[in-house]
C-alpha cells in the first residue's frame, strides 16, 4: 500500500464518519472495505500494468465519497471530491484524471473500455458473487426504504434482484468469470428457490381468498348452524341438570323412607316402650318422601311416541324425523328416504332442527315444571314434620 493510498483510507473513514447518515447501511466504509480488497485480489489476479494500481485503489476508496452529498447521481459528486482531495495531496494530473475516470465506470450503465475500468467495474458488484449477498442486498432494500427513495417488498425485491442477474449484470474480468461466476450462479438458484416459494404461497394465499369470496354468501349459514348448535348445547345442559336434581330428591327421600322403616316402624309393635304421638310426624315426613319420589320420577320418565310416520306426513313437514320417538320403528330404507328427503332442502333442514328444538323445550318445559312442585313439596313436608315434632315434644 502507498503512503498515498493510505492517506485515502483515512480520508473516506473520517469523511463518512462525519458526514454520511446513518441511514447508509449499505452504501458505507464497510462496503467500500469490500471494493477495495475485490478489486486488490483482481489486480493481483489480472496482468495490468504496475502504475495502474495505484489509481485502481484508489478509485476503489473513493468511488462512493459523493453519497455524502447525494444519492441520486453521486458519481460525479464522487469524482470532484476526488478531485478536490487530490490536489490537496499534490497529485499529478494524470493520476486525478484516471481516478476521475474510474469512479464513473462504476455507474451501473457504464460500458467499460479497458482493463482497468473492468476490474473496478466487477470489483464493485462483486458481492453478487460472494456468501454474504443476501445480507448485503437486504441491507441495500433497507437503504432504499430509508432514503425514501422506494419501498419493494420482499417479493419485488426477490423479482428485482432475479433481473439484475439474469439482464443487467455480468462480470468483464476473466478472473471473475471463472472464479466468481460459479457464487453467483449459487446466488441466482437461491433467488429463484425464493420466487418460486412466494408464488406458491401467493397463488395459495388467492385460492384462498377465492374460496373465501366464494362462500361469503353462506356465511349466514354458518351462523344459523352455530345458533343451532349453541341453543342445542344450551337446552340439552339443562336438560342434564334437571335429571341430576330429580337423582338428588330420589336419593335423599329414598334413604329417609329406608331410615324410617328401620328405626321408627318397629316401634309400633310394642306400645309400650314408644309414644304412639311421636309416630304423628314420622308419618308426615313419609308421605311427603314418597309424593317427592313420585314427582321425581315423573319428571324423568320417558315419553316414547309411536316410532312411525308416513311418506305423506314428511312431504307435509308434519313430523321431526330427527327424533328417535318418531322413527324407531320405520324401516331403515324408510328412515333413508325421509333423511334425503329433508337434506334435499336446506329449509326443511332448518325447520326439522326448529322442531327439534321446539320438542326440547317443550320436555324441558314440563321437566322443571313437575321438579319445582317436587321440590316444594319435599320443602312442605321437611317443614310440617319438624313442626309436628315440635308439637309432640311440648304437648307430651
Known amino acids: 500500500m502507498t503512503t498515498l493510498t493510505g492517506k485515502a483510507e483515512k480520508f473516506v473513514q473520517d469523511l463518512f464518519s462525519k458526514k454520511l447518515p446513518n441511514t447508509f447501511i449499505y452504501h458505507n466504509f464497510k462496503h467500500t472495505q469490500r471494493v477495495v480488497k475485490s478489486t486488490k485480489e483482481l489486480i493481483e489476479k489480472s496482468q495490468i500494468h504496475v502504475k495502474q494500481e495505484e489509481p485502481l485503489i484508489l478509485a476503489a476508496w473513493l468511488h462512493d465519497t459523493g453519497y455524502t452529498e447525494k444519492y441520486a447521481g453521486h458519481e460525479e459528486e464522487s469524482v470532484e471530491i476526488a478531485k478536490s482531495w487530490l490536489q490537496e495531496q499534490n497529485a499529478e494530473q494524470d493520476l486525478i484524471d ?16 479497458d482493463l482497468a475500468e ?7 458488484t462483486s458481492h453478487l ?7 448485503t442486498s437486504e441491507f441495500l432494500r433497507q437503504e432504499l426504504k430509508l432514503q425514501k427513495i422506494k419501498n419493494y417488498s420482499h417479493q419485488e425485491w426477490i423479482e428485482k434482484n432475479i433481473e439484475l442477474f439474469t439482464e443487467r449484470h455480468e462480470f468483464y474480468t476473466t478472473y471473475a468469470r471463472e472464479n466468481w461466476k460459479e457464487q453467483k450462479d449459487k446466488n441466482l438458484y437461491d433467488l429463484l428457490n425464493k420466487e418460486r416459494k412466494a408464488k406458491k404461497k401467493l397463488a395459495k394465499e388467492e385460492a384462498k381468498a377465492r374460496l373465501k369470496i366464494k362462500y361469503k354468501d353462506k356465511s349466514a349459514d ?38 324410617a322403616i328401620a328405626n321408627f316402624i318397629p316401634d309400633l309393635a310394642t306400645p309400650e ?30 315419553n316414547v311416541t309411536s316410532g312411525e310416520f308416513t311418506r305423506e306426513q314428511i312431504k307435509n ?25 329433508i337434506l334435499e332442502n336446506q329449509s326443511d333442514v332448518y325447520e326439522s332442527l326448529m322442531k327439534d328444538l321446539y320438542m326440547l323445550g317443550v320436555v324441558l ?32
Open 118 to 124: 473492468k476490474i473496478i467495474k466487477d470489483a464493485d
Open 365 to 396: 318445559n314440563r321437566k322443571y315444571y313437575l321438579l319445582r312442585i317436587t321440590y316444594t313439596i319435599f320443602m312442605v313436608g321437611i317443614i310440617l314434620s319438624v313442626l309436628s315434632f315440635i308439637a309432640t315434644y311440648y304437648l307430651a
Open 273 to 302: 316402650t314408644s309414644s304412639p304421638a311421636i309416630m304423628i310426624p314420622i308419618f308426615i315426613l313419609m308421605i311427603f318422601s314418597v309424593a317427592s319420589i313420585i314427582g321425581a320420577i315423573m319428571s324423568t320418565r320417558p
Open 317 to 341: 313437514g308434519e313430523v321431526n324425523v330427527l327424533f328417535f320417538g318418531n322413527f324407531h320403528r320405520m324401516p331403515y330404507e324408510q328412515f333413508e328416504w325421509a333423511m334425503h328427503e
Open 129 to 135: 458473487a460472494k456468501d454474504y449477498f443476501e445480507e
Open 98 to 113: 484516471t481516478v476521475s475516470k474510474l469512479i464513473m465506470a462504476t455507474r451501473m450503465q457504464a460500458e467499460p473500455k
Open 222 to 259: 354458518r351462523g344459523i348452524q352455530t345458533l343451532f348448535r349453541v341453543t342445542m348445547r344450551n337446552h340439552l345442559k339443562l336438560s342434564d341438570i334437571a335429571d341430576a336434581k330429580a337423582n338428588i330428591l330420589l336419593s335423599v327421600n329414598a334413604i329417609i323412607i329406608s331410615l
